[in-house]
């Protein structure tokens, strides 16, 4: 049973260029949570997405930043107009459908991007 | 709004000395679930621990332990008998079940050094 998958493992971006990082839930799970981790940081929570519907977006950046589920493929996280800022390490994360006490959430190995 | 604090920024220990890493929570939903996660120097994050506000009861599982104290808010973990593949962040997170969803709030990640 394969794990949460992402790629690329590692992107390099020019500034002013657009970043498209995969996630690909584990079989059996609706749900995706993006994160982000700036260097020397603890996680952010960035995203919340069920297939078709983004269910929360309170952490996302207003603007260049944008996520969706689509009802077949993985996962995308587009960020346009990248900046050195963005540089960090991009984490996705799948459950199935929260219930009851099962909670646990099983992240991807992550996304590095750099922006040079 | 959820808080997660882990006050130790780095712990360093000799192997086979026990290590205990500080995490305390705040929240204002009653029901909630608290985790510990695993991030090695390969990057990846790896789920060790879900516990649920209604049960304080504490864990153990082989080298590791964790103590639950809902008075003090508070969700310690415990490595016995340290060894360097324990090297490692770790980070300590909390979902509301009141939250769309599951997403998690880390803590800023404590970070682990076991010397040989």
């Known amino acids: 049973n394969a794990g949460v998958m992402q790629n690329p493992r590692h992107l390099v971006r020019r500034r002013g260029q657009e970043a498209r990082l995969r996630c690909s839930p584990m079989?059996?799970?609706?749900?995706v949570y993006w994160y982000r981790q700036l260097p020397e940081e603890g996680l952010k929570f960035m995203v919340y997405?069920?297939?078709?519907?983004?269910?929360?977006e309170s952490g996302m950046p207003k603007e260049r930043f944008s996520a969706e589920f689509p009802k077949e493929g993985p996962s995308i996280l587009r960020i346009q107009q990248v900046v050195r800022g963005d540089s960090a390490a991009y984490f996705c994360?799948?459950?199935?459908?929260?219930?009851?006490?099962?909670?646990?959430?099983?992240f991807g190995p992550g996304t590095r991007l750099t922006v040079t | 709004a959820q808080k997660v604090t882990q006050a130790q920024t780095e712990i360093s220990v000799v192997e086979k000395e026990d290590v205990t890493l500080d995490c305390v929570y705040e929240?204002?939903?009653?029901?909630?679930?608290l985790f510990w996660y695993k991030q090695p120097p390969s990057g990846e994050l790896v789920f060790l621990i879900r516990?649920?506000?209604?049960?304080?009861q504490n864990e153990i599982s082989g080298r590791y332990s964790w103590n639950f104290q809902k008075s003090t808010s508070s969700f310690n973990f415990t490595i016995t008998a340290s060894q360097v593949v324990d090297s490692a962040v770790y980070f300590c997170?909390?979902?509301?079940?009141?939250?769309?969803?599951?997403?998690?709030?880390f803590g800023g990640g404590t970070r682990v050094l076991v010397k040989p």
């Open positions: 929240t204002r939903d009653t029901t909630y679930y």
């Open positions: 516990r649920n506000s209604f049960d304080e």
């Open positions: 997405l069920q297939k078709e519907n983004i269910i929360d």
């Open positions: 997170a909390l979902s509301e079940a009141k939250a769309a969803g599951n997403k998690l709030t």
């Open positions: 079989k059996g799970h609706s749900h």
């Open positions: 994360a799948s459950s199935p459908p929260p219930a009851g006490t099962r909670r646990e959430q099983y």
